[in-house]
């Protein structure tokens, strides 16, 4: 109701053999990474789990800032906006437009401390959790732009594709322009796996690899293979998908309430794997890990939004955004609205 939608995608580069058939690092339950070394200071789970405004900040900030600082070795973090320029380039300057982050002045960590933090980059560097790590994109949706397509006929689960389809359409353009995601046609191939809120990867198509296009059959070697988490309970993604790749082939290889599967083939024939998963943040680690990002940027645009509005309204409560306290908090603040030249568009999502 109040604050940004963030939408994060996490990518790994891997090795495809196609002789071997055991889970990659990406695509394990992520439940068994909690145990051993790593384990010991870094959690990845569904955010709902780890970060509640009860519990705080730090553990959230802990594992996101410990994979973060394995991706860009010497990060010494400083100015939120240092952090969001790194994996949502170009958010910064539209932070200038919004009151409330215009003068935010957010240091990092917020809670956890760099002791522990460097802890667990020790960890994970120790045990290769982060190893196949390559990328953290963030496509972050403030209220105006968000009532912008909501005006333009999209429902819920709509718009979420809308905005997942950037992430998922920039690394794909990239896949197929990079000599490092692409490889023969054979052998040992290294893959791009990318993550929606929360990812994985997964090499094995729902029948084996094999799908129909027309009236012959194809092998599906995906150049790309990208996981997302379903959108409010859809299951048919392909016009979707045709929508966002109109000169690709969009073949379902599984649509079903728990998983909807799509293999997207270029004119070319280059191949993307395209997997829509229920509860996806619970079943893989990729998927969590990405959701752990978008939970944690989201709160920092709220620690920024609840600090501005608390100068200005005495013993104000913080709001966490949702609607289980956003009214409280909307109808002491609204008044303000006009005092302050802020149109109500730019406060409150219409959904």
């Excluded at 991706?71 to 409330?100: D, M, N, Q, Y």
């Excluded at 000169?247 to 599967?261: C, G, N, Q, R």
Aim: glycine content about 10%; overall charge positive; proline content about 5%.
């Amino acid at each position: 109701m109040l604050g940004p939608l963030v939408v994060a995608s996490v990518s790994f580069r891997q090795e495809w053999d196609e002789g071997k058939t055991g889970r990659s690092w990406a695509s394990r339950d992520h439940a068994t990474s909690g145990r051993g070394e790593a384990g010991r200071g870094i959690r990845v789970c569904d955010s709902k789990k780890l970060y509640s405004p009860r519990k705080g900040l730090a553990e959230l900030e802990k594992s996101v800032l410990a994979f973060f600082s394995c991706l860009h070795p010497g990060a010494s973090f400083g100015a939120w906006e240092e952090l969001l320029e790194e994996i949502s380039p170009g958010h910064c300057e539209k932070l200038r437009e919004i009151p409330w982050y215009r003068d935010a002045r957010i240091r990092l960590p917020v809670e956890a401390t760099r002791v522990v933090i460097g802890n667990g980059v020790e960890a994970l560097g120790r045990s290769g959790e982060a190893s196949a790590l390559r990328g953290v994109r963030c496509e972050i949706v403030e209220p105006q732009e968000f009532n912008r397509l909501v005006d333009s006929g999209l429902n819920k689960a709509d718009l979420l594709f809308a905005v997942t389809s950037r992430l998922i359409g920039r690394l794909w353009e990239e896949c197929r322009s990079s000599q490092t995601c692409g490889g023969s046609r054979s052998g040992a191939r290294s893959r791009l796996g990318t993550q929606w809120f929360s990812g994985l990867c997964l090499f094995r198509t729902p029948d084996g690899g094999c799908g129909r296009l027309g009236s012959r059959d194809f092998l599906c070697h995906p150049r790309l293979v990208v996981h997302a988490g379903k959108h409010g309970g859809k299951t048919y993604y392909a016009r979707n998908l045709q929508a966002v790749f109109p000169e690709s082939h969009i073949v379902p290889l599984k649509e079903s309430p728990a998983d909807s599967v799509y293999c997207v083939v270029s004119d070319s024939g280059d191949a993307m794997l395209v997997s829509f998963l229920r509860d996806g943040e619970d079943r893989n680690f990729g998927l969590a890990l990405a959701s752990l990002f978008a939970k944690y940027v989201r709160e920092l645009h709220m620690l920024a939004f609840n600090e501005y509005w608390s100068k200005r309204l005495p013993n104000l409560a913080r709001t966490s955004g949702y609607h289980c306290d956003a009214r409280k908090f909307l109808a002491r603040a609204t008044p303000l609205l006009e005092t302050l030249s802020i149109p109500p568009e730019m406060l409150v999502r219409a959904r």
